[in-house]
Nanobody, 115 residues
Framework: QVQFVESGGGLVQPGESLGLSCVVSGTDRVLHVMGWYRQVPGQQRELVAV???????NYGESVKDRFTISRGAADDAVYLQMNRLKPEDTAVYYCYVNTGETRYWGQGTQVTVSS
């Protein structure tokens, strides 16, 4: 059974930083694409960032110069460092795992950027 532990969401002011973490259990630790998507109510879920098992990252256009994704070397974990946050970054952020056969989603963590 796949389980997610997501943490790091919260309320911050514009221009500040926030770090998200996601630790996954119950999957094989090899050949998993991991990352983050986000969604605002009433809008489509959009790519934030994903990272391959070999460390290749792909970022959404709106965050590529501000966010950095990384993964743990010894565990099934993915992290997202979000810098220079903007109000339009406000969304529910969902941890994502793609094993090549099955896609899994975390429960989501709220990020709110507001002055």
């Amino acid at each position: 059974q796949v389980q997610f532990v997501e943490s790091g969401g919260g309320l911050v002011q514009p221009g500040e930083s926030l770090g998200l973490s996601c630790v996954v259990s119950g999957t094989d630790r090899v050949l998993h694409v991991m990352g983050w998507y986000r969604q605002v109510p009433g809008q489509q879920r959009e790519l934030v960032a994903v990272i391959t098992p070999v460390g290749t990252a792909n970022y959404g256009e709106s965050v590529k110069d501000r966010f950095t994704i990384s993964r743990g070397a010894a565990d099934d974990a993915v992290y997202l460092q979000m810098n220079r946050l903007k109000p339009e970054d406000t969304a529910v952020y969902y941890c994502y795992v793609n094993t090549g056969e099955t896609r899994y989603w975390g429960q989501g963590t709220q990020v709110t950027v507001s002055s």
